[in-house]
T-cell receptor
Framework: DTGVSQDPRHKITKRGQNVTFRCDPI?????LYWYRQTLGQGPEFLTY????????KSRLLSDRFSAERPKGSFSTLEIQRTEQGDSAMYLC????????????????FGSGTQLSVL | GENVEQHPSTLSVQEGDSAVIKCTYS??????FPWYKQELGKRPQLIID?????GEKKDQRIAVTLNKTAKHFSLHITETQPEDSAVYFC????????????FGTGTRLQVTL
């Protein structure tokens, strides 16, 4: 169990460019979340996957944002035509499937990708 | 949807004193309430959580209390140490299909020597 991994840690891009972030959840976790965190605020929910199915998207997720989890393992978050308002920390988190010995509530975060749009 | 309010936004205590952070939530269906600690530039880390069928939970110097009727919950840190300095976030969720957490705006705790 190496924890949730995110790549890259930092991304600087020019306005209008596309960016893609990757998240590798904890291996036995089937549920994956993307959150966005701006300075001085708590993380805000963006989208949720159970296995490969994207089951919920926040109103915060505009048409320029798309997320995938093609094989139910790693996930990618793409932002097209970036805007300065997209500058934030993008956090990925995962949790395990409820089972006999756990309700699977605990959410574990990655270290995030800090996006700066110039 | 759920709305979580957190107070205070900043808190300064002397080493050895206690610190209390309070949160309120709006959705009576919420049944899971974790607390996260985030140091500068690092990931939020779960430090303690409580489910709605429990009124209080303690783990060494950290405790959380929950009042379902009033829809508020609190984090208590006793015998604070400089390494407790960080931003603390409360959160709430209903452990249904998505179980997504709604976070408070955070409390910056500074423990001074």
């Amino acid at each position: 169990d190496t924890g949730v991994s995110q790549d890259p840690r930092h991304k600087i891009t020019k306005r209008g460019q596309n960016v893609t972030f990757r998240c590798d959840p904890i291996s036995e976790h089937n549920r994956l979340y993307w959150y966005r965190q701006t300075l001085g605020q708590g993380p805000e929910f963006l989208t949720y996957f159970q296995n490969e199915a994207q089951l919920e998207k926040s109103r915060l997720l505009s048409d320029r944002f798309s997320a995938e989890r093609p094989k139910g393992s790693f996930s990618t978050l793409e932002i097209q035509r970036t805007e300065q308002g997209d500058s934030a920390m993008y956090l990925c988190a995962s949790r395990r499937k409820p089972g006999v010995f756990t309700t699977g509530e605990k959410l574990f975060f990655g270290s995030g990708t800090q996006l700066s749009v110039l | 949807g759920e709305n979580v309010e957190q107070h205070p936004s900043t808190l300064s205590v002397q080493e050895g004193d206690s610190a209390v952070i309070k949160c309120t939530y709006s959705d009576s269906a919420s049944n899971y309430f974790p607390w996260y600690k985030q140091e500068l530039g690092k990931r939020p880390q779960l430090i303690i959580d409580i489910r709605s069928n429990v009124g209080e939970k303690k783990d060494q110097r950290i405790a959380v209390t929950l009042n379902k009727t009033a829809k508020h919950f609190s984090l208590h840190i006793t015998e604070t140490q400089p390494e407790d300095s960080a931003v603390y976030f409360c959160a709430a969720s209903y452990t249904g299909t998505a179980s997504k957490l709604t976070f408070g705006t955070g409390t910056r705790l500074q423990v001074t020597l």
